[in-house]
Nanobody
């Protein structure tokens, strides 16, 4: 079945960097629009970044210039490079795949704290 597995979360100090990865299986990866979402405690899940099949990307305003989403269709992976991290980036980050319907990973925790 279609499966997404995230990795790369952790604890980082403000100003630091993390790289999240999402490995997809059971799907024709190149057909899917891929995205990263996050959900902080007490808040709704929000879109962080999305990358279309042709490589077009969009970002949530607060992460523009700091985060970069990329995909490798040969390896069935999507990544999120996060630089200049802030405490408000602390959240559970989810990988999402969309092609007619949504598929979600289990999430990976990112905590930005000194």
């Amino acid at each position: 079945q279609v499966q997404l597995v995230e990795s790369g979360g952790g604890l980082v100090q403000p100003g630091g960097s993390l790289r999240l990865s999402c490995a997809a299986s059971g799907m024709i990866f190149s057909r899917y629009v891929m995205g990263w979402y996050r959900q902080a405690p007490g808040k709704q899940r929000e879109l962080v970044a999305r990358i279309w099949t042709g490589g077009t990307t969009i970002y949530e305003d607060s992460v523009k210039g700091r985060f970069t989403i990329s995909r490798d269709n040969a390896k069935n992976t999507v990544s999120l490079q996060m630089n200049s991290l802030k405490p408000e980036d602390t959240a559970l980050y989810y990988c999402n795949a969309n092609y007619l319907s949504d598929v979600w990973g289990q999430g990976t925790q990112v905590t930005v704290s000194s």
